[in-house]
């Protein structure tokens, strides 16, 4: 069985920084592409960033030039830095693997149980 297990949540104050991390597991051959998504109380579910197997990555608009995405393959784990934080950030973020393949076959959009992050003074 695969899974995401997100981690490096918390309160933090604006202007500040916080990395978050995402380790998948069981048994993995590759994972394709990552993303983190976040959802605030009363809004959807959206996409803040993403990065593939190769390298390729994309942000939402509204975090380009404050976020970064990267992931280190050998250890099947996505990070998200949050740099120059704002209010409008605050969320429970979500890890997310379009495709994980093991021994028993592929599993494809693969969700973490989320991790919250509050910015705040």
Known sequence: QVQLVESGGGLV????????????????????????????????????????????????????????????????TVYLQMNSVIPEDTAVYYCNADRMTTFMGSYYDNWGQGTQVTVSS
């Open 13 to 76: 104050q604006p202007g500040g920084s916080l990395r978050l991390s995402c380790a998948a597991s069981g048994n993995l051959f590759s994972i394709g592409t990552m993303g983190w998504y976040r959802q605030a109380p009363g809004k959807q579910r959206e996409l803040v960033a993403s990065i593939t197997r190769g390298g390729v990555t994309n942000y939402a608009d509204s975090v380009k030039g404050r976020f970064t995405i990267s992931r280190d393959n050998a250890k099947n």
